[in-house]
């Protein structure tokens, strides 16, 4: 089975710091997405990589950066935390032949006091 | 433009069938999937429609018609487990492997 991991579960951090959230994915899938969930508004696309060290904008990328080093993981980073940050955050991924499919992380619900 | 529609929510009695519909506005694109989510957990796979026409899988079926920009998926004899919320996406031809998700429906069944 796949497995999508995210490194925590519940995160609560103060505004103004710099917080990251990782993911790790065990299927060698090229392709990689963070999202953020809202009620009302679903799941919308923050940055996506198709391939180490490539990133594409999604549709909300304001405020977030991304980093992919290694295949297996991508991290988003929130260079200075706002409240308007707090949501749940999921990582996908899906690989170059069945692209889709995505397979998602359990989350991440991000508290911005 | 891009955008999917979905009911926000929906209400069925268990043992029933209940169909959830995804109306879309975009043009080229690879195919229909369907996703399902519950309540603190992670959206998970559901289906995938490239062509048109039904596809089953046990209780579940999933139809797209790109000539009425229209599909749906089908939940039959449905169980209190089937509680979730529901999304559609779309793969459009020109943006790589993103998906375009709609903003999914709440099914709720009661006993």
């Known amino acids: 089975d796949v497995k999508v991991t995210q490194s925590s579960r519940y995160l609560v951090k103060r505004t103004g710091e710099k917080v990251f959230l990782e993911c790790v994915q065990d299927m060698d899938h090229e392709n990689m997405f963070w999202y953020r969930q809202d009620p009302g508004l679903g799941l919308r696309l923050i940055y996506f990589?198709?391939?180490?060290?490539?990133?594409e904008k999604g549709d909300i990328p304001e405020g977030y950066s991304v980093s992919r080093e290694k295949k297996e993981r991508f991290s988003l980073i929130l260079e200075s935390a706002s409240t308007n940050q707090t949501s749940m955050y999921l990582c996908?991924?899906?690989?170059?032949?069945?692209?889709?499919?995505?397979?998602f992380g359990p989350g991440t619900r991000l508290t911005v006091l | 433009g891009q955008s999917l529609e979905q009911p926000s929510e929906v209400t069925a009695v268990e043992g029933a069938i209940v169909q959830i519909n995804c109306t879309y506005q975009t043009s080229g694109f690879y195919g229909l999937s369907w996703y399902q989510q519950h309540d603190g957990g992670a959206p998970t796979f559901l289906s995938y429609?490239?062509?048109?026409g039904l596809e089953e899988t046990g209780r579940f079926s999933s139809f797209l018609s790109r000539s009425d920009s229209y599909g749906y998926l089908l939940l039959q004899e449905l169980q209190m487990k089937d509680s979730a919320s529901y999304f559609c996406a779309v793969r459009r031809m020109d943006s790589s492997y993103k998906l375009i998700f709609g903003s999914g429906t709440r099914l709720l069944v009661r006993p």
């Open positions: 429609n490239a062509l048109d």
């Open positions: 996908a991924s899906s690989s170059r032949q069945g692209p889709n499919t995505q397979y």
């Open positions: 990589s198709y391939d180490v060290k490539m990133k």
